[in-house]
């Protein structure tokens, strides 16, 4: 009996102290006096962040559960990863590390092939291959590539893109669009127009491929002076081309000019 008792009253203890601990934490004593933000913040203002992450933001300094407060930061537009820290006396530090923009994102639906325009929202892939959503008029100033592809893809692409510039800008040109079709056929589009359809294959191969033709096209537009409208770089021999007003003749049809 003597040890029930015991037990009994040593449960009653703990529950009174527990109630005491919960009443205590709620106490105006311990809440947040200063929240001090620091890191990337040249996307969101004071005012962003305390809109968007205050709201979300429960408890004291005492019981605030700082997954869920750095979950209600990254849920803030621009904030990529948030890390906070207690601060004695009562207060809250809070690191953001903002997604820097590296290109726009068409996320291509199912069935749709390179060019389609049956594409889901347009969104922003950042400089670590991720897809993320934010306002596109904050970097509408911005001259970003375009890559649009199969869902999950994002990451694969913008790796593509960095590959295959170099090349481009040995031309004078800029890659300012970039298609993946859900067969893995790749498609180029530069900044000054020309469409160049570069096929399959892993990546070595189609930069491979690019880079032969970069470093031969310029003879044949300067050959017969006129510019690039499009290429085909699909054929196991060689390439085709499409210059403009320029046609070879065949019995029956004229067709490109074949490299």
């Given at each position: 009996?003597?040890?029930?008792?015991?037990?009994?009253?040593?449960?009653?203890?703990?529950?009174?102290?527990?109630?005491?601990?919960?009443?205590?934490?709620?106490?105006?004593?311990?809440?947040?006096?200063?929240?001090?933000?620091?890191?990337?913040?040249?996307?969101?203002?004071?005012?962003?962040?305390?809109?968007?992450?205050?709201?979300?933001?429960?408890?004291?300094?005492?019981?605030?559960?700082?997954?869920?407060?750095?979950?209600?930061?990254?849920?803030?537009?621009?904030?990529?990863?948030?890390?906070?820290?207690?601060?004695?006396?009562?207060?809250l530090k809070v690191s953001l590390e903002e997604h820097r923009p590296a290109a726009y994102w068409e996320a291509r639906v199912d069935?749709?092939?390179?060019?389609?325009?049956?594409?889901?929202?347009?969104?922003?892939?950042?400089?670590?291959?991720?897809?993320?959503?934010?306002?596109?008029?904050?970097?509408?100033?911005?001259?970003?590539?375009?890559?649009?592809?199969?869902?999950?893809?994002?990451?694969?692409?913008?790796?593509?893109?960095?590959?295959?510039?170099?090349?481009?800008?040995?031309?004078?040109?800029?890659?300012?669009?970039?298609?993946?079709?859900?067969?893995?056929?790749?498609?180029?589009?530069?900044?000054?127009?020309?469409?160049?359809?570069?096929?399959?294959?892993?990546?070595?191969?189609?930069?491979?491929?690019?880079?032969?033709?970069?470093?031969?096209?310029?003879?044949?537009?300067?050959?017969?002076?006129?510019?690039?409208?499009?290429?085909?770089?699909?054929?196991?021999?060689?390439?085709?081309?499409?210059?403009?007003?320029?046609?070879?003749?065949?019995?029956?049809?004229?067709?490109?000019?074949?490299?």
């Amino acid at each position: 009996m003597n040890a029930v008792s015991a037990l009994l009253l040593a449960a009653l203890v703990g529950t009174l102290a527990w109630g005491a601990l919960r009443w205590a934490v709620r106490l105006p004593t311990f809440n947040f006096r200063a929240i001090q933000v620091e890191g990337d913040v040249s996307r969101n203002s004071v005012a962003s962040l305390r809109a968007n992450a205050l709201p979300r933001l429960h408890g004291s300094f005492l019981s605030l559960n700082l997954k869920e407060g750095r979950a209600a930061f990254e849920a803030v537009p621009w904030v990529r990863h948030a890390q906070l820290q207690r601060v004695w006396p009562m207060r809250l530090k809070v690191s953001l590390e903002e997604h820097r923009p590296a290109a726009y994102w068409e996320a291509r639906v199912d069935g749709a092939d390179a060019g389609s325009e049956a594409t889901a929202e347009r969104a922003l892939v950042n400089t670590f291959g991720e897809v993320f959503q934010a306002n596109l008029g904050d970097v509408e100033d911005e001259d970003l590539p375009v890559l649009a592809g199969p869902a999950g893809t994002a990451g694969l692409m913008l790796q593509m893109w960095r590959a295959l510039s170099p090349a481009a800008e040995k031309l004078g040109e800029s890659i300012d669009r970039l298609d993946l079709s859900g067969r893995g056929s790749w498609r180029v589009t530069f900044g000054s127009g020309p469409v160049i359809e570069l096929g399959r294959g892993t990546e070595a191969e189609v930069v491979d491929r690019f880079g032969r033709f970069a470093q031969s096209i310029t003879q044949v537009t300067s050959t017969y002076r006129s510019p690039l409208l499009s290429a085909d770089l699909r054929h196991a021999d060689g390439y085709a081309v499409k210059l403009r007003g320029v046609t070879v003749q065949t019995p029956g049809k004229p067709v490109n000019r074949k490299r």
